[in-house]
């Protein structure tokens, strides 16, 4: 089933590559990676971490502050950065507040803050702390919450945690309610922030490198966990040229809770609907923003997807630039797709030095300028929860 283009009139990315778009551009131009030692959590874990500068230094508005945690810090950065809640304000002049949808993905919400509360309360089994604030700050709720009343919006509003996929698949959910006729426009966007359950936790898999992520390489040995928050704001007509989301795909490996696909069929199955969905075929397509997370099985599953369906279509992951962002990878990777469009540029795959030689995609070691007229992003979420978007210039 096609889908109508959309366009993406205004956007924003804040991600360990600094504030804004401009800066990601300069960055990921320069080669230069967001990634550093670890510094999170006194640092107790040996690993690299893509960190967020100055989130701790974040004051919400007064009204707002019973939302203040990690995750909704950085929410109001990427509200506020590259002009993001301006041009909200200006659609919800032409559309009305109650006419546009909000869809944002997380896996980790505010989980921090009930990490802290458990932390306070030592180690009995006493309450935690009266200040604790479950609804404001841990429920996946929370950050659209805020972020309806930051920007003033009364339309639907939909939260998406399906872990890696989370802000990709919030393109589709909006996609699917304009269609409907249930909101004219839709601010989507994902977060994702630092906590203690993820770098834990995917430590405790064995997941996470003690090195700067090496995805595609033949010595990759896991991710870095990164955070980051984007937006993007979704238009049908508005009038001008510009970079829309074409197409999508969702689908799911029902195959095992953590491990993708051996075969990639999940992701083969979601990039095939993504561009049935854009009404394209696989030589139209000039660049792939992969998943990539550099861990074995994820990079092996994913390079026979891509080979099965491409022939020779340049592709690369920015894991290494920004760390694995989680729920916030899809918003942040659908970003630079846009920049990749309306730059002419590719971007390259850091820290690769020996390519796997059991894979065999054309994968880009440096950034390189080349038009892009059609661009696909990947996500790929735990339990085989797979997302693919396509985007082009219209107009």
Request: proline content about 5%; aromatic content about 8%.
């Amino acid at each position: 089933m096609s889908s109508e283009p959309l366009l993406i009139t205004a956007s924003s990315t804040v991600s360990a590559l600094g504030r804004g778009i401009q800066v990601a551009k300069t960055a990921l131009l320069q080669g230069r990676s967001g990634l550093r030692r670890n510094d999170y959590d006194d640092g107790r874990l040996d690993t690299w971490i893509g960190r967020v500068e100055g989130v701790e230094n974040v004051v919400l508005p007064g009204a707002l502050a019973p939302f203040d945690c990690r995750n909704n810090r950085l929410a109001a950065l990427g509200l506020e950065t590259d002009g993001f809640a301006t041009a909200v304000a200006t659609a919800r002049q032409r559309y009305g507040a109650r006419r546009i949808g909000l869809f944002l993905g997380t896996s980790t919400s505010g989980i921090e803050a009930t990490e802290q509360a458990y932390l306070q309360r030592g180690s009995g089994d006493g309450p935690l702390p009266a200040s604790f604030d479950y609804r404001h700050t841990h429920n996946t709720y929370s950050c659209a919450d805020f972020t309806r009343q930051y920007l003033e919006l009364e339309g639907p509003a939909q939260v998406i945690s399906t872990a890696c996929s989370s802000s990709a698949k919030v393109f589709a959910t909006a996609s699917r309610y304009i269609q409907a006729g249930w909101c004219d426009a839709a601010v989507i966007g994902g977060i994702d922030s630092l906590c203690l359950t993820t770098l834990l936790g995917f430590n405790a898999l064995e997941l996470v490198s003690a090195q700067p992520c090496r995805p595609w390489d033949r010595h990759r040995n896991g991710i870095n966990i990164g955070e980051a928050a984007g937006f993007a704001l979704l238009e049908p007509d508005p009038g001008r040229a510009g970079v829309a989301l074409l197409g999508y795909g969702e689908s799911s490996d029902a195959y095992h809770m953590s491990t993708p696909h051996p075969q990639g069929e999940g992701a083969l199955l979601a990039m095939r609907r993504a561009l049935d969905s854009a009404g394209l075929t696989p030589v139209q397509v000039d660049y792939i923003n992969l998943h990539g997370t550099a861990t074995s099985s994820n990079d092996r599953a994913e390079d026979q997807a891509v080979t099965r369906l491409f022939k020779e279509v340049p592709c690369s992951s920015t894991k290494g630039w920004t760390g694995h962002t989680l729920g916030a990878a899809g918003i942040t990777e659908a970003v630079f797709c846009k920049l990749a469009i309306e730059n002419g540029l590719m971007p390259g795959t850091l820290n690769l030095q020996d390519i796997d030689p059991g894979l065999s995609a054309p994968i880009l070691r440096d950034t390189q300028q080349r038009p892009v007229r059609v661009a696909m992003s990947n996500s790929f979420g735990f339990g085989g929860s797979n997302c693919a978007l396509v985007f082009g210039w219209q107009g």
